[in-house]
């Protein structure tokens, strides 16, 4: 870092690059790709005759592939650095959002999430794990809550763009969204090619195989693994089913709905750099456990409400928080597992959220009554919060990067 000055003007360039992109992949990859699905449902719904057990079926195919592929994602990315797994993948993303909306029922649709799904894990990861490698330690939280806020700016761009495509079209209209969001994904996937870059302060990357052993015998990396697999239950309840709840359930319009959807992704962009803040300064459990609160809150509010008021005030709750947690939990992991290992960690995190993020559409879909009402499903997911604000105390999470506990 001594060298002259442009040397170093390069470097602090560089990282904020690589920050940029990390954060439109992140971006494309839940705002546009995962959440695509939420959006686009009642459409998809009503245009192909899905029952509620059917479309949440296809979403928790879709999960499982994430889940299975979230290890592999953390083993890519040490192999062959996140510039080209990121890449590769979110034109796989892309490729499945095509059969989506090529779809004409059950089978193209499992096969298309299913693609989708198993890319956006070798997305998520390599992004999530950026920190390390770039920033100080002391920085970890509030540089990997940039990257989650870049799902809020999802959220607002899929808010606007989806809800207007869908109107193309009373019938076919879904089939155009999905298309419009592949390629502002395949887009995407193009200038993340040109601005990553693979970090400069690893060094040698460790074997694939000892970098997993390492990682597994780590005991505080499956705690935070196990906390995040109830974040993952709770998040993706909500996520999945909203728009099919306020649309069939509750009787507002598309257009409504993507409002809505689009005030949670204001939201939360400030919420994950406030939580990044928040932990790195008073540490990662308290943060926590106001998060699980908050997001509890904005479940019970969607389920139970019944008016503008209750909608808007549970999706600003929840889109402060659903991508805080991705950040305060993932930063952690870069602290117990350290740069070199950081990848590993999260991967082994994201998988055990994976498993939530799995099961929570299915047990939705099964719980949703004939009128399109999610409010059980909403109910359970609200406990699943409220045993992590009852875990994270249990707990130790770190504070600060511990070189022993590599």
């Given at each position: 870092?001594?060298k002259?000055?442009s ?7 560089r990282?904020?690059?690589v920050?940029?992109a ?22 998809m719904?009503?245009?192909?005759g899905?029952?509620?057990a ?6 928790g195919c ?16 040490t ?28 089978p ?11 890319s956006?894990?070798?997305?998520i ?9 770039w ?6 939280g ?5 990257v989650?806020a ?11 763009l989806?809800?207007?495509l ?17 390629i502002?994904v ?15 302060r690893l ?13 597994a ?11 995040f ?5 709770a ?7 909203s ?6 359930g509750r009787?507002?319009?598309?257009a ?5 959807w ?5 939201a939360?962009?400030?919420g ?8 790195d ?14 997001q509890g809150?904005?479940?019970?509010m ?16 929840y889109?402060?928080?659903v ?14 597992a ?5 990848s590993a ?7 055990l959220?994976?498993?939530?993020q ?8 099964l ?7 999610y ?6 997911a609200s406990?699943?919060d ?15 990067h ?5």
């Open positions: 870092m001594l002259s000055g040397g170093v003007v390069m470097r602090v360039e990282r904020w690059l920050l940029a990390s954060t439109i992949s992140f971006a494309a990859a839940l705002g546009f790709v995962r959440f695509g699905y939420s959006l686009t449902l009642p459409a719904q009503a245009g192909l899905l029952s509620s059917q479309v949440g079926l296809i979403a879709s999960h499982a592939a994430y889940l299975l592929c979230s290890i592999p994602a953390g083993v890519l990315t192999r062959f650095g996140p510039r080209r797994v990121v890449t590769g993948e979110l034109l796989g993303a892309a490729l499945g959002m095509g059969l989506t909306a090529l779809a004409g029922g059950v193209l649709l499992i096969v298309g999430q299913a693609i989708a799904g198993a956006i894990a070798a997305v990861v390599p992004a999530l794990s950026a920190s390390p490698g920033f100080a330690p002391a920085s970890w509030l540089a990997t809550g940039v989650t870049g799902g809020g700016l999802g959220f607002v761009v899929s808010g606007v989806v809800p207007a869908l109107q193309l079209d009373p019938v076919d209209g879904w089939r155009s969204a999905w298309l419009g969001l592949l502002v395949a887009v995407i996937a193009l200038v993340s090619y040109g601005l990553l870059r693979d970090p400069p060094g040698t990357r460790p074997p694939l195989g000892e970098s997993l052993r390492a990682v015998r780590l005991s505080r990396i499956w705690q935070l693994g196990c906390i697999l109830l974040y993952g239950f998040y993706i309840t909500y996520g999945t089913f728009s099919g709840h306020l649309v069939l009787g507002l319009s598309t409504q709905a993507g409002q809505l689009a005030l949670g992704g204001v939360g962009i400030p994950p750099l406030l939580a990044g803040y928040a932990a300064r008073f540490g990662h459990r308290p943060t926590l456990v106001v998060l699980y609160a908050v809150a904005g479940l019970l969607l389920g139970l409400g019944d008016g503008w008021g209750w909608y808007a005030a549970s999706s600003t709750l889109g402060l928080t991508w805080s947690f991705a950040g305060v939990i993932s930063a952690a992991c870069g602290m117990v350290g740069p070199k290992l950081a960690g999260v991967a082994l995190g994201v998988t959220m994976s498993v939530g799995m099961i929570g559409p299915i047990i939705g879909g719980l949703a009554d004939p009128s399109g009402s409010a059980m499903a909403f109910a359970i406990a699943a409220l045993a992590g604000v009852i875990a994270v105390p249990l707990i130790r999470l770190p504070r600060r511990d070189p022993g506990s590599t």
